[in-house]
């Protein structure tokens, strides 16, 4: 996990993404990137990452987010549970 507070660029910023590619040692096209925001989600991609997911329940207090440009699941753990499977 990473914070845009420690990279001291916001996600919207080319040089977070750098800065992540950088610390984790990634290759970004084989990355997946999960955000409840669509403006970060298209950062994500703008940067180089190869997969981008949304997250349409990110509090459960709050109704859920429509995504337009980006497939979207409603719980990550979902997801984090399939992983575990294979």
């Not at 910023?13 to 800065?19: D, I």
């Not at 950062?43 to 429509?66: C, E, M, R, T, W």
Request: with cysteine; proline share 7%.
């Amino acid at each position: 996990m990473l914070s845009s507070h420690e990279s001291g660029y916001p996600k919207e910023h080319p040089q977070f993404w750098q800065y992540a590619f950088d610390k984790f040692n990634l290759n970004p096209s084989r990355c997946l990137f999960i955000d409840d925001s669509e403006v970060i989600l298209a950062a994500s991609k703008k940067a180089g990452v190869g997969y981008q997911l949304g997250i349409s329940n990110p509090d459960s207090q709050k109704p859920h987010i429509d995504f337009n440009d980006f497939p979207a699941i409603t719980d990550y753990q979902l997801l984090s549970s399939a992983l575990l499977l294979l």
